[in-house]
Structures are given as C-alpha cells and as structure tokens.
C-alpha cells in the first residue's frame, strides 16, 4: 500500500465513526498505524463529537468532503453498508489499491462489490466484543478475537493493523457469516435477554427489581465461569441436570399460567438442558426420558389446538 500521508503513515477515512469505528479509529491512531483523515457521520455534530473523542482527524459534511486515503472504514449500520459503499465507489475519491472494509459479523464482504469494480481491495473484519462503551472498549481491546475475510490484499493491509491493537486474528468462511454471528447473538445479547426475562419472572414472584440484580449477580458470573472453566455439560445444575422431572413440571405450569411464551422458551432451553444432562451421565436415564417427555407433550399440545 502506498501511504498518502507524511512518515509513511496509511491514512484511514471513517465513514460511520460509531462505537466500533471510534473505537478502533482511537486505538489506531494512538498506535500510529493509520493516520486520521476524514470522519463522516450522520450528521455534523456526530462528526465532531467522533473526532473529538478519537483524537484526530476531521469532521466532513458529506463524502465529496473525504480526503485521499489508503483505508476506508465503513462504519455505518448493516442495512446502510450496500448504499454507503456505491456512493463512495461513485463519489471519485476511492481509487484503485486503496482497502475498504466493514465490521459486520453479519455480512461478508461480497457486499464491497461496488468498491471492488473501481480496483479497491475489500474485506470484512469482526472484532467479537460488545462496543456498548466506547471507552472501556478502547481499554480492554487488546485479546479481542476478530473474524476476517476478503482480498489477500485487503487482509494483508488489516491483519497486521488489528495485531497492532491486540486483535487475535481468525478467518472466517464468507459463505457461512450469517451462522457465525448467530452465535455470537446468542450468547452475548441473548443471555441479556434471559436475564431481563428472569428478573421479571422474580418480579412476578414478589422479588423487587433492585434485589433480584444483587441475587443475580454472583450466580450469573459463576455459572459463565463455570462455562469456560469445566464446559458447558459439567457447568450445567438445576432440576434437568438432577433429573427432578417434578420441579421441572411445576415450573412449565407455573410458568405458563402467567406468561406462555415464557413457558415456550423455558421448554426449548430445557431441550438443551436434557442433552448436557445425559452428557454429564448423573441423572437418572428414566428421569430425564420423562422429562423430556414432559417438555415434548407441551410443545405437541399446543400445536394441536
């Protein structure tokens, strides 16, 4: 790649300077591995407001505003990333060598195509972290794992700049990125979900919403603690994996005399649950055949109203 700035520095352009664009754009420049050029948001005021906590580089109105750079960093929401890439391939400031690339972990970079027919070089790159803080993310980055796919020249251009900021590098299938952030959904806004569904299943109980937090807390991280300490069969504890089919019988009907689409996941979930259970090899074969049993009835009963 050859560097439009001073020192040899590849310049990066930030289209859609969010919490991820910001993130990674602060990290850079702190490292020295891209210098900032323009940032282009929504609007004017997202624009500075992004500069000023990355640091550098300048507010732009409009992508006619974007100055030359080697990398294009298409930060803009999933829906809008097809619309942002053809009017920066129309716009005449992409030109060919430069890198364009986007952090969905939803879409792969043959949604570059626009970039790529002008002779940029085009890929995707995921970190696997929640951005929900842009600032404590710039703080604990580093061991970030980051899913990457695309041009060999695009990724020889963006491998070693996320190595720079502690990024471990994987690669990733393009034809399967859909799945692969589909797990990444599940277990991390997934399991915020289960907790906003158990805090209120505990304020149905009586439990008030602040006590239910503290509750909460120290068995939530023991049981991910857990997870990635013994795996997920031996992490596993509860009524399945002891076998109670009794416990598990009051709670599906409790459950569903209040809220039967909570009784639903609670049944789907306790699919799972069986199956870790028969791993570990504890409960009783008959017990879990019941419950299973137990969970399977519901679901075909309800089908057939």
């Not at 560097?3 to 993130?23: D, E, F, R």
């Not at 990024?167 to 599940?186: E, M, N, P, Q």
């Not at 509750?215 to 596993?236: D, S, Y």
């Not at 791993?279 to 057939?304: S, V």
Request: glycine share 10%; charged share 15%.
């Amino acid at each position: 790649m050859t560097a439009t700035s001073a020192g040899n520095v590849p310049v990066l352009n930030i289209i859609g300077g969010g919490k991820v664009g910001k993130t990674l754009g602060y990290l850079w420049r702190a490292a020295g591995v891209f210098r900032l050029g323009g940032v282009l948001n929504r609007s004017q005021a997202s624009s500075a407001e992004a500069v000023a906590f990355l640091q550098g580089g300048q507010a732009v109105a409009n992508m006619a505003e974007l100055p030359p750079a080697d990398v294009f960093l298409l930060g803009c929401a999933d829906n809008h990333l097809a619309d942002c890439c053809a009017e920066l391939a129309a716009n005449g400031v992409l030109r060919a060598g430069n890198s364009v690339f986007h952090c969905s972990g939803a879409l792969s970079s043959d949604l570059l195509e626009p970039a790529s027919e002008v002779g940029a070089h085009t890929a995707s790159a995921h970190p696997v972290k929640s951005f929900a803080d842009p600032l404590r993310a710039v703080q604990d980055f580093a061991g970030t794992f980051c899913g990457m796919e695309g041009d060999d020249a695009a990724l020889a251009v963006l491998q070693p700049a996320f190595a720079a900021i502690g990024a471990r590098c994987f690669a990733l299938d393009a034809g399967h990125k859909t799945l692969y952030h589909t797990a990444s959904v599940i277990a991390c806004n997934y399991l915020v979900a289960l907790q906003e569904i158990s805090l209120q299943t505990f304020g149905q109980a009586g439990v008030e919403r602040e006590l239910a937090m503290r509750i909460l807390e120290p068995i939530v991280l023991g049981t991910v603690g857990n997870i990635f300490r013994l795996g997920t069969a031996q992490a596993l504890t509860g009524p399945i994996a002891r076998g109670d089919h009794t416990v598990v019988a009051r709670q599906v009907e409790a459950l569903a005399a209040w809220r039967g689409d909570y009784a639903d996941l609670y049944r789907l979930l306790g699919q799972a649950a069986v199956e870790l259970s028969q791993q570990q090899g504890h409960a009783p074969a008959a017990d879990l055949h019941t419950i299973e049993q137990l969970l399977g009835l519901h679901r075909l009963a309800k089908q057939q109203h």
